[in-house]
């Protein structure tokens, strides 16, 4: 199968599938700890499994089809009440979409199938189908509808009627008339207010002879509310509601428009479901950055307007071309100013999709690792920067699994120590400003700070004297030291931190800042403070020693005059007190070796602060404050550190955009290392 | 590369307005044979230099360029072509040649390099000349002297000797540690 653009479109559509599969299936799972289940999950997954099928069919990938027409079967049965919804048939759908999500990506990378397992998981499939089949009870001697309704209901709606009464709800019929021309909204209303106290068994068209600019319905509603209940639900008095009493005539025989189609023919929603799908534009992110990239171009071209527009003021005074020359040029900069924000729109997505991967990864990780754990999701609705989202993945993983393998304490032992047997992971997220906050968050054994010193030291990251002054968050930083730990080393005690340099490295590529905060016993949160974009960002524009740089205005928290603050050197170090704390000074003279002939003419401190750190740099001049486009220094110079990319200013000009993360962290393992490695 | 001037692709391109190319060159070029190399050469201190002229992407003057702290000494720095960052590397501290004083016709020869390209600062360009396979000869042992490994060869047109560089060579000076 030839990779072409077809098939990228396809597996990404096929993902999409999966992903919604798989939030359905999380609902569904809490709904059936709940009791019941949401019919219209049931329908969801049902919609979605379809879906998966025809396209997988369409593009060939006949294991994916196979096991989506299996899964589709089972859903099917479940949704008409055939087959149970238990905690085990949910664990086989659990693994079918799982499945999926292996079977596609091994597509996309072209790998080879595991043909077995996929035969055993079907053969789980059709256990389930089997084992789950309940005999379903005579209808007739239930209710007391006419044979002429009862005979036109779909398998489906015959199933939830049956449920309905079986839960001893009450059953009504809605006499609705609409206007012919917009008669599917008075529906859709109904069927949101009815949602509320009850469930739409069916609609039926009523044949009763009225206006011909008018359709009649007669709804099959099951409630728990009385018919004054529904009425006030219904906010519509020309509804009437008719409780549903023996011999009740609910429509007269005859003409039956096919408004719900019966049997085969409910694939009706399936081809709603695809033509949702395909309202939205799948876009090759490279795409957006060219658009990003035009963009920044074009604010130079505005700022070259506004230079000129400034002249011929000067000039010409003001004379009324000068102005309108003025107005157009501000103009311009409002339009492309909603110009950028709307393509900065089109990149963000929510977490939800990255956090549901996490859901089922660390599900997958406790089941094999013999913990109870709960997964609470919050703030999933949360938008960032795609690109960082599909970044955040790997290290997001590696925190999930971590907070399970080395937080979360094996069932018994917590129940010895009084704490519930499940343990708790809390995934969040929370935008603040330019930033959002992603926190994971356990309730397991916590970070033994002594055992991690005393680790440090036997490692040689740090000096068994400095180790004795770390206060509890720079003993938490030595986790994120390259070799602080290896999953050997780490495995014999309560330790964390594998593969925590990797993590933080990550993070910081993202031009976020890690933290950990523990308390022993109590559990672990560990905290992701990043962009929202690294796209375009506001910027600080700095001159040192006749260079020019761009601190992201993210980082700053003041500028200062030298003059005003006391600088004093601790340990051959540079810092100024600021309202009474000690703030390191650097220089970017020594930091980048930066020749320069005359001495430092350093005026300024900039005060940036990164996560809990902050540093001060010193600089000769502050430029100005304008928006860059930042742009990587591309594949050849990647490795420049504590540069973040470079950037345009006007007049051809081009910047260095500097890593203020890098730079602090510099700073911070100079001073928490053995001298000579830092 | 079949244009009827191989030199017009590069020199109206960019920031380039005039052809400024110093002599008459390649007028004749015919689609190139595939035993034969199309060179362009180039000075850097007083020595003749050539790339395969397929490996390169443009030539444009000199812009200014911003420097990058903590790179390698024959990094010159960097500058925006069009929009994207393009690292510059300057050929005389590779080399090892003396430093000149300041000259007229400097250019950057912009490498394609696979899509993420790269600018050789030299002091100006010569020519482009055409010269089979067959020959090029071993680099001479007085040249080997210095980064021999991007020396490919040595070309002879009549009175003049050029020396062919690799320019995968070149370019991977970036990757070394």
């Known amino acids: 199968m030839a990779k072409g653009g077809a098939t990228a479109e396809f597996l990404a559509e096929a993902q999409e599938i999966v992903d919604a599969l798989n939030r359905e299936l999380i609902a569904a799972e809490q709904e059936a700890r709940g009791g019941d289940v949401d019919p219209d999950r049931v329908n969801g997954l049902f919609r979605n499994a379809h879906s998966l099928k025809g396209i997988s069919s369409m593009f060939s990938l006949s294991p994916v089809s196979h096991l989506a027409h299996e899964l589709e079967t089972v859903l099917d049965s479940m949704r008409l009440g055939k087959v149970s919804i238990n905690a085990d048939a949910l664990d086989v759908l659990f693994a079918c979409v799982e499945k999926f999500g292996t079977l596609i990506d091994a597509a996309g990378r072209g790998a080879k199938i595991d043909e077995q397992s996929i035969e055993e998981l079907l053969a789980r499939l059709r256990a389930v189908a089997v084992g789950g089949e309940e005999k379903p009870s005579g209808l007739m001697e239930l209710v007391d509808l006419g044979e002429d309704v009862l005979s036109v209901l779909t398998e489906y709606e015959e199933h939830r009627l049956r449920e309905n009464v079986k839960r001893g709800r009450k059953l009504f019929i809605l006499r609705s008339a609409f206007d012919l021309s917009n008669f599917d909204v008075g529906l859709a209303e109904i069927d949101a207010a009815i949602k509320k106290v009850g469930e739409v068994i069916t609609k039926l068209p009523s044949s009763k002879p009225t206006d011909p600019n008018v359709i009649s319905f007669d709804i099959l509603v099951g409630s728990d509310t009385t018919a004054a209940e529904l009425t006030r639900a219904l906010g519509d008095e020309r509804v009437e509601v008719v409780p549903v009493g023996r011999r009740a005539m609910v429509a007269q025989p005859g003409e039956r428009p096919h408004l719900e189609p019966a049997g085969e023919e409910a694939a009706e929603p ?3 479901g695809v033509r949702s799908v395909s309202r939205t534009v799948r876009v090759d992110i490279r795409r957006l950055d060219r658009l990003m990239n035009l963009v920044g171009e074009l604010g130079l071209t505005k700022l070259a307007f506004q230079r000129l527009s400034e002249v011929i003021r000067r000039q010409q005074g003001f004379s009324e071309l000068a102005a309108e020359l003025h107005k157009e040029s501000r103009n311009l900069e409002r339009r492309l100013s909603e110009l950028q924000a ?15 991967r996490m ?8 089941r094999e690792l013999g913990r109870e754990v709960r997964i609470i999701v919050s703030g999933e609705t949360t938008e960032l920067d795609k690109l960082i989202v599909e970044e955040l993945a790997d290290p997001l993983m590696h925190l999930v699994r971590n907070a399970i393998d080395h937080g979360i304490e094996p069932p018994d032992a917590r129940a010895a120590q009084g704490k519930s047997r499940d343990g708790l992971v809390r ?11 992603v926190e994971v968050q356990d309730d397991g054994r916590g970070i033994d700070v002594a055992r991690t010193l005393e680790v440090a030291v036997e490692k040689g990251l740090v000096t068994p004297e ?12 030595l986790l994120f030291l390259p070799g602080f730990s290896t999953r050997a080393s780490v495995s014999e005690y309560s330790g964390r931190g594998v593969g925590m340099d990797v993590v933080k490295t990550k993070i910081a590529e993202l031009s976020g800042v890690i933290d950990v905060d523990s308390a022993e016993g109590m559990g672990t949160t560990v905290s992701l403070t990043l962009p929202i974009t690294l796209a375009i960002i506001p910027a600080l524009i700095v001159q040192v020693a006749r260079h020019t740089y761009a601190i992201p205005l993210n980082n700053v928290q003041e500028t200062l005059w030298l003059t005003q603050v006391q600088v004093r050197t601790i340990e051959g170090r540079q810092v100024l007190s600021l309202r009474g704390s000690t703030v390191p000074l650097i220089d970017l003279r020594h930091v980048f070796g930066l020749k320069d002939e005359q001495k430092s003419t350093a005026a300024y401190a900039v005060i940036v602060g990164v996560g809990h750190n902050r540093i001060a740099l010193a600089v000769d001049n502050l430029v100005g404050q304008q928006d860059i486009v930042i742009k990587s220094l591309g594949n050849r110079l990647r490795q420049v550190s504590g540069i973040a990319g470079a950037a345009e200013l006007g007049g051809r000009k081009t910047i260095l955009v500097l890593d203020m993360v890098e730079l602090l962290n510099e700073m911070m393992m100079g001073a928490a290392a053995p001298t000579g490695t830092g | 590369m079949t244009a009827s001037d191989p030199l017009h692709d590069f020199f109206v391109s ?12 390649g007028r004749a070029a015919v689609a190139s044979a595939a035993s034969r190399l199309e060179l362009l050469g180039f000075y850097v201190a007083d020595e003749e230099y050539a790339f395969d002229i397929v490996d390169i992407q443009e030539i444009v003057k000199v812009p200014e360029v ?8 024959f990094l010159l720095g960097i500058v925006s072509l069009r929009g994207s960052i393009v690292p510059i590397i300057d050929l005389r501290r590779v080399l090892e040649l003396p430093p000149s004083p300041e000259v007229v016709g400097r250019r950057i020869l912009v490498l394609r390099g696979g899509g993420d390209p790269v600018g050789i600062l030299v002091d100006r ?11 090029v000869e071993p680099v001479p042992r007085a040249v080997q002297r210095r980064a021999s490994e991007l020396l490919k060869g040595v070309g002879r047109l009549g009175e003049r000797m050029v020396i062919l560089l690799d320019s995968e060579a070149v370019l991977r000076l970036l990757e070394a540690a």
Not at chain 1, 466 to 477: G, K, P, V, Y
């Open chain 1, 427 to 437: 995934l969040s997220a929370a935008a603040m400003g330019n930033h959002v906050l």
């Open chain 1, 342 to 356: 709307g393509i900065m729109e089109v990149r963000m997505v929510p977490l939800a999709n990255l956090f549901e």
């Open chain 1, 466 to 477: 400095r180790a004795h002054e770390l206060n509890r968050r720079e003993a938490f930083n």
């Open chain 1, 270 to 272: 399936d081809a709603a």
């Open chain 2, 125 to 135: 360009v010569s020519s482009v000349a055409r010269i089979e396979r067959d020959a």
């Open chain 2, 66 to 73: 911003t420097e990058v702290p903590r790179s390698k000494t």
């Open chain 1, 359 to 366: 859901v089922r990864a660390a599900r997958k990780v406790s």
């Open chain 2, 14 to 25: 960019g920031q380039e307005q005039a052809a400024s190319g110093p002599d008459t060159l």
